[in-house]
């Protein structure tokens, strides 16, 4: 069984700065984590991070990330209406995403917190892997325009599966 | 009709007595089990002639009994080229024969036969060739030749996907061997994938005696246990750099057929071996099997193959099928034993085996002959990984050396042995592939951050006991002429004679003559095709060598490779309002689009006489910050931008390093380090690259970040002399002409969403407002202009009236008023061209382009009859043919109910007033006028700034 569901109204923060803020941030390109607010920090791209399902506002957020300690140029921005955000859930989620991703999904090569840009369906996506209470979990975060095509995508490969969709 | 030849409960046979139907062969009723292929149903109704051979149209019937028999493909269920020994009978399914008229056993085209000595080798090259006048007659006659079945000509709706897999190790082939060394692996920590191209795992072994299928029981269990997946009915169709593997998999519930794309850390090759034919007069009759088409029909299937049998034999396998037949209640008459120089001289029959010719002299009455006179080994695999297939003659067959590193293979085609030997020699080449492929994951996850694969313990290779082959004796051709190739209906003599006219290689030969270009591609007919080649110029099979294999091994359907079909369309989050208030869709790249709403005048009319808004979302937006954003601006765009004060926008054009144009746009500064810029629509992934080359390889200096926000905003054009009446009844924002000046922008709340940036620009050469909304409130701010607006003859516009809005101003729109030639002076920019600007890119040539006069300019043109409108593309020309220009845009003007048009014009063409010729596509030509500006309607600009 699995899940699909559309978080894309959950706050989105970009943060573009050299790689050293990692160090901060606590999370490198490849990676993410859960930061002290329960937000979750995405290792996005080399000098990207990606900040998601943050408890508090966005310009709060913004604000917080704009006071970590940093000396070089940092762009904080609220990309939140720019990326469409769907949480794929269940045991079955690799499988199902095999038919559109070429990425290995198994444990090993892409475990629980592995942070990803990968093409599902021919689309470009940030592929975040989030277990949620010890379920596989995918987050998909995807160029707003797109969203309704990867939705299609999903539910037509996950007929196999007996895909639920919500919201 | 009856299953007359169905015999008593066999140990291994694979049909479900338990479930009887009926289907369809050439429209009458038979009678088959669950499990029974098409073929084997129909053979236990005691039906012979499945099917027509190609040229001769000589009847046909079960040969080797599985996916590579050539004699049985028919069309079911309106599927054409079924292969009916594979592809399980179903209930209610039609069965029909191909290419036969009128029935299968009356086929005229069988007269064919009375002329075959005049269709030999190169037949049609050499009869067709002349005169060529002809060819279109010959080409319609020979179309009715052509074999095979007709391809359906209502929709496929059959599902076809892809999946990716990633095993650590695959094992091609589930014979005994394939599964020994899938187990061995999957035990020594491997994820295994097991292909195996049968209904059912298992190889010879399934018609083995009682001890071997206790062997395969054990084995399948093994295979479970072990959790290894498993694809029956599946093809290794091609192995490609990286072990990039493709298998073709049949037999999924709800899927036609899928590709899977597997990326193996190791890949094992285990096809097993191939049946021989022999070479023989009559050795296509129908009746003529090899063994382990017998073997198969009584041991899986349950079917008595005939009554009176000959059996030649050169190995074991032909000495269990004469046990096996004997077994079924068939009457062995006579075992020619080849090791013992006993031989099939010649297979006598007309539609059907009468007798055998046997080398002592004697003639024997017979319907069924078996031979089991050698084995083929399928190298495609191994050779198409990097091996070679090199030819052992003690054995008669060909064997793979050479295997890269990550390629092994086990099995028939490495050696030969008992069960437990192949077993033994299988299981440590499975345990030494899962050791490498483990060494191989340590690699591939070096680069990635998130992989937490564990670096396996330093163990020795694996010792792989010894497997060779056996000796066999070499047999192949016969004493007299017989079919090499069955699909393509090729003798032996048909290759000889292709050899004395000069096709003396084995590639050559296969091309003249098709040998190993049907259906089977050379798995049956390989060996005898070289064999043959080899008897005529006098060489051995070894230096004769092999044809090419490549991939696929198998015929891959276009929906398998096509995979689903999904359309990536980006969408605005206005289109569905859009849709549900029938605008038509425009597909510009990938963006669908409201091109208009109906009546694309009225809403042209509209932003002229009072307000309308558009969905211009798809511009593409970037967010720059920075410092240095300025350098980066004065580096992009012809035009200056350092003076660029907060608050204001300008707009820009950018050009390649040749000059060219490149894209245009306006650029606002939001904050003193903060930017909003716009591209054109189609342009922006381009722009992106552009920039980022600029920032990543020649500028690494500057301290610059730029970010797409295209999908960031719902971008909303509010145009026409109303537009600030009506935004100002949605926002605080002061939009007096003297505190919001064209060119200006700002930031605010827009019917009660905040952060909307609004600037104010005119491409449709109006009063406007660009207001760039939150995507996510985009619907909103859309609906509330509308409502606000209703009293104010708002009405939304689309692409079209855009383009004939902006048409009318002579703004020029990148890649439609230019192409891949225009310079920056050619398009009329000689305003924006900055040359006292220290470097841009482009820069050079634009200098050099100045100081010419030779290249097509950009002018506004009006046909002389306003109301004929000139298609886009339309040459223009002079003295009659000589082309000069041409019509870049064109539409009637709703507004001067005039025809108006841009156009690239010659220099000396292009002054105001001069009258030019455009020819129109369909003949004659009409006279055009130069105008003195671009623009058509408000050339001062009084309507914009207002």
Same mark, same amino acid.
């Given at each position: 069984?699995?899940?699909?569901?559309?978080?894309?109204?959950?706050?989105?923060?970009?943060?573009?700065?050299?790689?050293?803020?990692?160090?901060?941030?606590?999370?490198?390109?490849?990676?993410? &984590?859960?930061?002290?607010?329960?937000?979750?920090?995405?290792?996005? #791209?080399? $000098?990207?991070? @990606? +900040?998601? =399902?943050?408890? /508090?506002?966005?310009?709060?957020?913004?604000?917080?990330?704009?006071?970590?300690?940093?000396?070089?140029?940092?762009?904080?921005?609220?990309?939140?209406?720019?990326?469409?955000?769907?949480?794929?859930?269940?045991?079955?989620?690799?499988?199902?995403?095999?038919?559109?991703?070429?990425?290995?999904?198994?444990?090993?090569? &892409?475990?629980?917190?592995?942070?990803?840009?990968?093409?599902?369906? #021919?689309? $470009?996506?940030? @592929? +975040?892997? =989030?277990?949620? /209470?010890?379920?596989?979990?995918?987050?998909?975060?995807?160029?707003?325009?797109?969203?309704?095509?990867?939705?299609?995508?999903?539910?037509?490969?996950?007929?196999?599966?007996?895909?639920?969709?919500?919201? | 009709?009856?299953?007359?030849?169905?015999?008593?409960?066999?140990?291994?046979?694979?049909?479900?007595?338990?479930?009887?139907?009926?289907?369809?062969?050439?429209?009458?009723?038979?009678?088959?089990?669950?499990?029974?292929?098409?073929?084997?149903?129909?053979?236990?109704?005691?039906?012979?002639?499945?099917?027509?051979?190609?040229?001769?149209?000589?009847?046909?019937?079960?040969?080797?009994?599985?996916?590579?028999?050539?004699?049985?493909?028919?069309?079911?269920?309106?599927?054409?080229?079924?292969?009916?020994?594979?592809?399980?009978?179903?209930?209610?399914?039609?069965?029909?024969?191909?290419?036969?008229?009128?029935?299968?056993?009356?086929?005229?085209?069988?007269?064919?036969?009375?002329?075959?000595?005049?269709?030999?080798?190169?037949?049609?090259?050499?009869?067709?060739?002349?005169?060529?006048?002809?060819?279109?007659?010959?080409?319609?006659?020979?179309?009715?030749?052509?074999?095979?079945?007709?391809?359906?000509?209502?929709?496929?709706?059959?599902?076809?996907?892809?999946?990716?897999?990633?095993?650590?190790?695959?094992?091609?082939?589930?014979?005994?061997?394939?599964?020994?060394?899938?187990?061995?692996?999957?035990?020594?920590?491997?994820?295994?994938?097991?292909?195996?191209?049968?209904?059912?795992?298992?190889?010879?072994?399934?018609?083995?005696?009682?001890?071997?299928?206790?062997?395969?029981?054990?084995?399948?269990?093994?295979?479970?246990?072990?959790?290894?997946?498993?694809?029956?009915?599946?093809?290794?169709?091609?192995?490609?750099?990286?072990?990039?593997?493709?298998?073709?998999?049949?037999?999924?519930?709800?899927?036609?057929?899928?590709?899977?794309?597997?990326?193996?850390?190791?890949?094992?090759?285990?096809?097993?071996?191939?049946?021989?034919?022999?070479?023989?007069?009559?050795?296509?009759?129908?009746?003529?099997?090899?063994?382990?088409?017998?073997?198969?029909?009584?041991?899986?299937?349950?079917?008595?193959?005939?009554?009176?049998?000959?059996?030649?034999?050169?190995?074991?396998?032909?000495?269990?099928?004469?046990?096996?037949?004997?077994?079924?209640?068939?009457?062995?008459?006579?075992?020619?034993?080849?090791?013992?120089?006993?031989?099939?001289?010649?297979?006598?029959?007309?539609?059907?085996?009468?007798?055998?010719?046997?080398?002592?002299?004697?003639?024997?009455?017979?319907?069924?002959?078996?031979?089991?006179?050698?084995?083929?080994?399928?190298?495609?695999?191994?050779?198409?990984?990097?091996?070679?297939?090199?030819?052992?003659?003690?054995?008669?067959?060909?064997?793979?050396?050479?295997?890269?590193?990550?390629?092994?293979?086990?099995?028939?085609?490495?050696?030969?042995?008992?069960?437990?030997?192949?077993?033994?020699?299988?299981?440590?080449?499975?345990?030494?592939?899962?050791?490498?492929?483990?060494?191989?994951?340590?690699?591939?996850?070096?680069?990635?951050?998130?992989?937490?694969?564990?670096?396996?313990?330093?163990?020795?290779?694996?010792?792989?006991?010894?497997?060779?082959?056996?000796?066999?004796?070499?047999?192949?051709?016969?004493?007299?002429?017989?079919?090499?190739?069955?699909?393509?209906?090729?003798?032996?003599?048909?290759?000889?004679?292709?050899?004395?006219?000069?096709?003396?290689?084995?590639?050559?030969?296969?091309?003249?003559?098709?040998?190993?270009?049907?259906?089977?591609?050379?798995?049956?007919?390989?060996?005898?095709?070289?064999?043959?080649?080899?008897?005529?110029?006098?060489?051995?099979?070894?230096?004769?060598?092999?044809?090419?294999?490549?991939?696929?091994?198998?015929?891959?359907?276009?929906?398998?490779?096509?995979?689903?079909?999904?359309?990536?369309?980006?969408?605005?989050?206005?289109?569905?309002?859009?849709?549900?208030?029938?605008?038509?869709?425009?597909?510009?790249?990938?963006?669908?689009?409201?091109?208009?709403?109906?009546?694309?005048?009225?809403?042209?009319?509209?932003?002229?006489?009072?307000?309308?808004?558009?969905?211009?979302?798809?511009?593409?937006?970037?967010?720059?910050?920075?410092?240095?954003?300025?350098?980066?601006?004065?580096?992009?765009?012809?035009?200056?931008?350092?003076?660029?004060?907060?608050?204001?926008?300008?707009?820009?054009?950018?050009?390649?390093?040749?000059?060219?144009?490149?894209?245009?746009?306006?650029?606002?500064?939001?904050?003193?380090?903060?930017?909003?810029?716009?591209?054109?629509?189609?342009?922006?992934?381009?722009?992106?690259?552009?920039?980022?080359?600029?920032?990543?390889?020649?500028?690494?200096?500057?301290?610059?970040?730029?970010?797409?926000?295209?999908?960031?905003?719902?971008?909303?054009?509010?145009?026409?002399?109303?537009?600030?009446?009506?935004?100002?009844?949605?926002?605080?924002?002061?939009?007096?002409?003297?505190?919001?000046?064209?060119?200006?922008?700002?930031?605010?709340?827009?019917?009660?969403?905040?952060?909307?940036?609004?600037?104010?620009?005119?491409?449709?050469?109006?009063?406007?407002?660009?207001?760039?909304?939150?995507?996510?409130?985009?619907?909103?701010?859309?609906?509330?202009?509308?409502?606000?607006?209703?009293?104010?003859?708002?009405?939304?516009?689309?692409?079209?009236?855009?383009?004939?809005?902006?048409?009318?101003?002579?703004?020029?729109?990148?890649?439609?008023?230019?192409?891949?030639?225009?310079?920056?002076?050619?398009?009329?920019?000689?305003?924006?061209?900055?040359?006292?600007?220290?470097?841009?890119?482009?820069?050079?040539?634009?200098?050099?382009?100045?100081?010419?006069?030779?290249?097509?300019?950009?002018?506004?043109?009006?046909?002389?009859?306003?109301?004929?409108?000139?298609?886009?593309?339309?040459?223009?020309?002079?003295?009659?043919?000589?082309?000069?220009?041409?019509?870049?845009?064109?539409?009637?003007?709703?507004?001067?109910?005039?025809?108006?048009?841009?156009?690239?014009?010659?220099?000396?063409?292009?002054?105001?007033?001069?009258?030019?010729?455009?020819?129109?596509?369909?003949?004659?030509?009409?006279?055009?006028?130069?105008?003195?500006?671009?623009?058509?309607?408000?050339?001062?600009?009084?309507?914009?700034?207002?």
């Amino acid at each position: 069984m699995a899940s699909l569901a559309d978080c894309t109204s959950m706050p989105k923060v970009l943060v573009r700065a050299s790689p050293d803020l990692g160090d901060s941030l606590g999370v490198h390109f490849g990676l993410s &984590t859960r930061d002290s607010s329960g937000a979750l920090v995405v290792g996005y #791209g080399y $000098g990207e991070w @990606l +900040v998601l =399902d943050a408890p /508090d506002p966005v310009p709060d957020v913004i604000q917080r990330l704009e006071a970590t300690p940093y000396d070089g140029l940092r762009s904080v921005i609220d990309v939140t209406h720019g990326h469409a955000l769907l949480r794929l859930t269940g045991a079955d989620t690799a499988d199902l995403l095999s038919r559109l991703c070429p990425i290995d999904l198994s444990d090993d090569v &892409t475990p629980n917190g592995a942070a990803l840009r990968a093409p599902v369906g #021919g689309l $470009g996506v940030a @592929l +975040v892997r =989030d277990d949620v /209470d010890g379920e596989r979990s995918y987050l998909l975060v995807v160029d707003r325009s797109y969203a309704e095509s990867l939705r299609d995508m999903l539910v037509d490969a996950g007929h196999e599966f007996g895909l639920a969709v919500a919201g | 009709m009856t299953s007359s030849h169905r015999l008593p409960p066999q140990p291994g046979e694979v049909i479900d007595r338990a479930q009887r139907f009926t289907f369809r062969w050439n429209g009458r009723p038979y009678q088959a089990y669950a499990g029974d292929t098409i073929a084997s149903a129909l053979a236990a109704s005691g039906v012979r002639v499945l099917s027509r051979s190609l040229k001769y149209h000589r009847p046909r019937g079960l040969l080797s009994a599985d996916f590579n028999d050539p004699n049985c493909m028919v069309t079911a269920d309106g599927e054409p080229n079924v292969r009916a020994a594979h592809r399980l009978v179903s209930p209610g399914m039609s069965v029909s024969s191909q290419d036969t008229w009128p029935s299968l056993r009356f086929d005229v085209k069988a007269a064919n036969q009375l002329v075959g000595r005049f269709l030999g080798p190169g037949f049609y090259y050499k009869t067709f060739m002349r005169p060529q006048r002809l060819w279109p007659a010959y080409d319609k006659v020979l179309g009715r030749f052509s074999h095979g079945g007709y391809a359906p000509t209502a929709p496929d709706v059959d599902r076809y996907d892809q999946r990716y897999a990633h095993p650590d190790v695959l094992v091609a082939g589930g014979g005994p061997a394939g599964m020994a060394a899938a187990v061995a692996a999957a035990d020594a920590g491997a994820r295994v994938l097991l292909v195996d191209e049968e209904h059912h795992l298992g190889g010879h072994l399934r018609w083995a005696d009682a001890e071997g299928l206790e062997i395969l029981r054990e084995l399948r269990a093994a295979v479970q246990a072990a959790g290894i997946e498993v694809m029956t009915d599946s093809v290794v169709t091609g192995r490609y750099d990286g072990n990039w593997v493709s298998v073709l998999q049949r037999s999924v519930p709800g899927v036609r057929e899928r590709l899977v794309k597997a990326r193996a850390k190791h890949m094992i090759v285990a096809p097993g071996l191939i049946d021989r034919p022999y070479v023989v007069g009559g050795n296509d009759l129908p009746g003529v099997m090899l063994s382990t088409a017998v073997r198969r029909l009584v041991n899986l299937y349950a079917v008595k193959p005939g009554e009176r049998a000959v059996v030649l034999t050169a190995n074991t396998a032909g000495d269990a099928v004469a046990a096996d037949l004997g077994r079924a209640g068939v009457d062995v008459v006579r075992v020619l034993d080849a090791r013992q120089d006993e031989d099939v001289v010649r297979i006598v029959g007309r539609s059907a085996v009468r007798a055998v010719e046997c080398s002592d002299g004697a003639v024997v009455d017979c319907d069924l002959v078996v031979t089991a006179i050698g084995w083929t080994a399928p190298l495609t695999l191994a050779t198409v990984s990097g091996g070679r297939a090199e030819f052992r003659a003690e054995a008669a067959r060909f064997v793979p050396v050479g295997l890269p590193d990550d390629v092994s293979a086990v099995g028939g085609i490495v050696g030969d042995g008992s069960t437990d030997q192949l077993m033994e020699h299988a299981t440590a080449v499975g345990r030494e592939a899962a050791r490498r492929a483990s060494h191989r994951a340590v690699a591939l996850a070096a680069g990635v951050p998130h992989a937490r694969v564990t670096a396996p313990a330093d163990t020795p290779a694996v010792a792989i006991p010894d497997l060779r082959p056996a000796a066999h004796p070499m047999l192949s051709l016969g004493r007299t002429d017989g079919i090499v190739d069955f699909s393509e209906d090729v003798s032996a003599k048909d290759l000889k004679s292709a050899v004395r006219e000069g096709y003396d290689s084995i590639e050559l030969a296969k091309r003249y003559t098709t040998a190993t270009m049907g259906p089977s591609q050379g798995k049956l007919e390989g060996v005898n095709s070289i064999a043959a080649v080899a008897a005529a110029t006098g060489a051995g099979l070894a230096e004769t060598g092999t044809t090419t294999g490549r991939p696929p091994y198998v015929p891959v359907s276009l929906g398998a490779l096509a995979g689903r079909s999904h359309q990536l369309l980006r969408r605005s989050p206005l289109q569905g309002w859009h849709d549900s208030h029938g605008a038509a869709p425009l597909y510009a790249g990938s963006w669908v689009r409201p091109d208009h709403y109906g009546d694309p005048a009225a809403e042209v009319q509209a932003v002229r006489d009072a307000v309308g808004i558009i969905d211009v979302t798809p511009l593409g937006k970037f967010d720059l910050r920075g410092p240095d954003v300025p350098d980066l601006l004065e580096l992009l765009y012809i035009n200056k931008w350092r003076k660029l004060g907060v608050g204001s926008v300008r707009y820009g054009v950018m050009c390649a390093e040749d000059g060219v144009v490149l894209d245009d746009g306006v650029t606002g500064r939001l904050g003193p380090e903060h930017y909003l810029m716009t591209t054109t629509s189609s342009g922006a992934e381009a722009t992106y690259d552009w920039m980022e080359r600029w920032l990543q390889t020649e500028r690494r200096q500057w301290r610059v970040h730029v970010t797409p926000v295209t999908s960031n905003y719902a971008s909303i054009n509010v145009a026409g002399p109303r537009s600030r009446e009506l935004l100002a009844r949605l926002t605080d924002l002061d939009l007096a002409p003297d505190a919001f000046r064209y060119m200006q922008v700002r930031t605010g709340a827009v019917a009660g969403i905040a952060d909307c940036v609004v600037w104010r620009i005119g491409f449709t050469g109006e009063l406007s407002f660009e207001v760039h909304v939150p995507a996510g409130h985009g619907l909103h701010v859309w609906k509330a202009l509308l409502a606000t607006g209703s009293d104010l003859g708002i009405r939304p516009f689309g692409i079209e009236a855009q383009r004939i809005l902006r048409l009318e101003k002579g703004h020029l729109i990148v890649g439609q008023d230019t192409d891949g030639l225009t310079q920056a002076y050619g398009a009329g920019l000689d305003w924006a061209v900055k040359l006292d600007k220290p470097d841009f890119a482009g820069k050079p040539e634009l200098v050099w382009q100045q100081m010419r006069d030779d290249y097509l300019r950009l002018v506004g043109l009006q046909p002389v009859d306003g109301a004929v409108v000139p298609p886009e593309a339309s040459q223009i020309v002079e003295d009659g043919t000589r082309i000069v220009g041409r019509i870049t845009s064109s539409r009637m003007s709703p507004t001067l109910g005039h025809a108006v048009c841009l156009g690239l014009l010659a220099p000396h063409l292009s002054s105001a007033g001069t009258t030019v010729t455009v020819r129109l596509p369909g003949g004659g030509s009409i006279q055009a006028r130069v105008m003195p500006e671009l623009a058509h309607v408000d050339p001062e600009g009084v309507r914009l700034r207002g």
